[in-house]
């Protein structure tokens, strides 16, 4: 599989290094590169739309630009690997950390002199094999989704579900029930994320009845889970109809889904109080969907591009997960 690489490097050893590599891990590849960040920024933007390069090798010490700065501005358009190199510095080390944590290419920067079997394994991991480039964080907050009406008359689909993961580049919704959505598709997304997460975030009020209808859902499904509960301990099998270790098996069987009911019911309970006690804001942003599992009931959605004020918001509520 032949690809292209761009390498934005005023160095041009380093060039011939680095280019040499590609070439001999991946024959046939296509190389072309830039000597300063404003000239490799202008060629990549006259290729948006055109066909972007499959990966991007940014130098730390540029003439005009340092990498990180280069790398943050790159991805608010480039969604490729993007591999900077950097003779080991604390400096580096430390802007990276704090930069560029978010993303699993560019944080595992590449130390120069660029050895062969360094750069090498990076190409296989976010080339080859194409690992997720952008790290994932764990979240548990409310997602509601509108997309657009079809036509004058007709509703915005919306859908509510719970955020299981977020990125610098989009969000995993889970839905209890399934939702025919569509690749490409394109939504409004606003977060329930606890007060205070994201600098920006305003005072709830779309998510506001959302919230009250979860916790009557949930109320509802602790008493249903009661009952369940009481019945299945109440159940005794007839007597002289069943032989002692058909007796035994059911019985083992009835305790075992009373325990799973008693577990579900006290996850439940938490799950209320938690909401009660929690204060909640909204944070809006525009996504697509950029793939469906479990028969429509878990998506992955993909930002759109993101503002700069927003990008920053993003960054700062991962740097808040990571603490």
Request: charged share 25%.
């Amino acid at each position: 599989m032949a690809i292209s690489v761009h390498i934005i490097d005023s160095s041009k050893p380093s060039l011939v290094m680095t280019s040499e590599v590609f070439k001999d891990k991946i024959p046939g590849s296509t190389v072309s590169f830039s000597l300063t960040a404003k000239d490799g920024v202008a060629y990549l933007m006259a290729k948006e739309g055109k066909g972007l390069p499959d990966a991007l090798v940014v130098d730390f010490n540029l003439p005009d630009a340092d990498g990180v700065t280069l790398i943050k501005e790159l991805r608010k358009f480039y969604r490729g690997p993007i591999f900077m190199t950097a003779h080991p510095d604390k400096i580096v080390d430390q802007a990276v950390q704090e930069e560029l944590f978010h993303y699993h290419d560019a944080c595992c920067w590449i130390p120069k002199p660029v050895r062969f079997e360094v750069l090498e394994k990076r190409i296989e991991q976010f080339v080859v094999n194409r690992h997720r480039l952008g790290k994932r964080f764990d979240v548990d907050f409310m997602a509601h989704l509108v997309g657009k009406g079809e036509g004058r008359g007709k509703r915005a689909p919306k859908f509510t579900g719970r955020a299981l993961n977020i990125s610098m580049g989009g969000l995993c919704v889970a839905f209890n029930q399934p939702a025919k959505l569509k690749r490409d598709e394109e939504f409004v997304v606003t977060m329930g994320v606890p007060s205070g997460v994201i600098e920006g975030s305003s005072p709830i009020s779309v998510l506001k009845p959302l919230l009250a209808e979860q916790k009557a859902a949930v109320a509802a499904e602790a008493k249903a889970l009661k009952v369940a509960a009481k019945s299945i301990a109440s159940k005794v099998p007839a007597k002289g109809k069943m032989t002692p270790a058909a007796k035994a098996k059911l019985e083992a069987q009835q305790r075992k889904e009373a325990e799973l009911a008693a577990e579900k019911l006290a996850a439940s309970v938490q799950l209320s109080q938690s909401l009660s006690n929690q204060k909640i804001e909204e944070y809006k942003i525009r996504a697509t969907v950029a793939w469906t599992a479990d028969a429509g009931k878990k998506i992955g959605l993909q930002f759109a591009k993101v503002p700069d004020a927003q990008r920053r918001q993003i960054e700062s509520f991962l740097k808040g997960l990571c603490a």
